[in-house]
């Protein structure tokens, strides 16, 4: 059974704050609010594109803080994702945690929501505050609790590279995030979007973001820790629509349209190198058999782990699938 969602992009909707990362409008691709009307033709079409069998669907209302929205515009996007079943099979939100209450966790359920997932960034106050997020760790973990308790599963959005991080608040957040046992997690390093109050503090040379390597090594144990504990990491960095590819967009930071396959591939390369360094001669070739779906992200993205291997240990990777 493959899992599709119907990503439904929500810019800034309901949203006071102003994160000094975001540019929400940029992040979607969007330039305009959505309204419950362009919803439905949005998730009509994109039904007509997915398979007809085998396939778990879920409209997703992403990108703003849907449970800030009035509560009759909440409602009228329910009602329209709710209007597409038995076509799709749920209905998942993202918001801040500070969004959630008794109230709008009742409409939720009531409309048959599956999954919430929560922007808890960072699991260090004094990195919040920096940021502007206006919410602490402990109104995520209250959050995460009050959704589990109506019955609504909980997905996890933690930022690394924030303004005030480094790598170590990271590793600690994600350790953080996993003692909340999550249903999933996605994982975004920060980009420093132009038009935001982070660029001007990058540009006043204050903050320095993750380079792409540092990003990589991060998300890898990041990506591991989680692993361990099998909760799920559905998304390793932003999604890079039309607008972040555009000149200009992306100021700095670790941009990359496959960073979530350039972690993978880094972890296949620390294992290849751990079998050649606990050999007592280094072979001319190390030949390893790996499933069919693990041949690219073993060779690594543009061959780099091949190279990598072959310069620094003057070994030839062969894979066999
Ligand atoms: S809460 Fe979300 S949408 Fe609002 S400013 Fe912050 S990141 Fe952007």
Known sequence: MRKYHIPIFIPHEGCPNDCIFCNQRKICGLTTSVTPAEAKKLIAEQLSYLPQKEREVEVAFFGGSFTGLPLKLQEAFYRVADGFRPRIDGIRLSTRPDYIDATTLALARQWGV???????????????????????????????????????????????????SDKEKDLYTAQKVASLHPDCVRVYPVLVLKDTALADIYQQGEYQPQTLEDA??????????????????????????????????????????????????????????????????????????????????????????????????????????
């Open 216 to 321: 990589i090594e991060t998300a890898k144990e990041i990506l591991q820790m989680f692993e361990k504990k099998q909760i799920p990491v559905i998304r390793l960095g932003l999604h890079i629509g039309e607008e972040l590819r555009q000149e200009g967009a992306v100021l700095a930071g670790p941009f990359h349209p496959a960073l979530g396959e350039l972690v993978e591939s880094r972890i296949r390369r620390d294992r290849l190198e751990e079998t050649l360094t606990q050999m007592e001669e280094l072979p001319k070739e190390l030949v390893v058999q790996v499933p069919l779906g693990e041949v690219s992200k073993t060779i690594g993205h543009k061959r780099c782990n091949a190279i990598y291997l072959k310069e620094k240990y003057g070994v030839t990777l062969k894979i066999r699938a």
């Open 114 to 164: 599956t999954t919430i997932e929560l922007g808890v960034q960072s699991a260090v106050d004094e990195v919040l505050i920096k940021n502007r997020r206006g919410h602490t760790f402990a109104q995520s973990v209250a959050a995460v609790q009050e959704i589990r308790k109506a019955g609504i599963g909980v997905g996890v959005q933690m930022m690394t590279g924030m303004y005030g």
